[in-house]
Nanobody, 120 residues
Framework: VQLQASGGGLVPAGGSLILSCAAS????????MGWYRQALGKERELVAS???????NYADSGKGRFTISRENARNTVYLQMQSLKPEDTAVYYC???????????????WGQGTLVTVSS
């Protein structure tokens, strides 16, 4: 199972970006998917997560500015970020709980990270 994240870049404060992350490989189902971020010198923190049925959880840092969504048919999760602030600068990682075969617990997989830099 591989998660490929894309969409990061340099954006001015107040700007917008959309991150995407697609899962590939051999598996039977994907449970929760989400986004984390890690700023320089800080611990990795949850940004948002979404269940297969669309139940969403946001960290306080992104509420009202970030929108997570997923396309189950494409095994892809998105993070739409608006009104970006310099403190949103971080490497953003997607994650997914993926079941490789029925009867086994899902494994936790991470994407490679994509850098988001917000200039002031």
């Amino acid at each position: 199972v591989q998660l490929q994240a894309s969409g990061g870049g340099l954006v001015p404060a107040g700007g917008s970006l959309i991150l995407s992350c697609a899962a590939s490989g051999t598996f039977v189902s994907i449970d929760d998917m989400g986004w984390y971020r890690q700023a320089l010198g800080k611990e990795r923190e949850l940004v948002a997560s979404i269940t297969p049925n669309g139940r969403i959880n946001y960290a306080d840092s992104g509420k009202g500015r970030f929108t997570i969504s997923r396309e189950n048919a494409r095994n892809t999760v998105y993070l739409q970020m608006q009104s970006l602030k310099p403190e949103d600068t971080a490497v953003y990682y997607c994650d997914a709980h993926v079941r490789v075969r029925w009867g086994r617990d899902p494994g936790h997989y991470w994407g490679q990270g994509t850098l988001v830099t917000v200039s002031s």
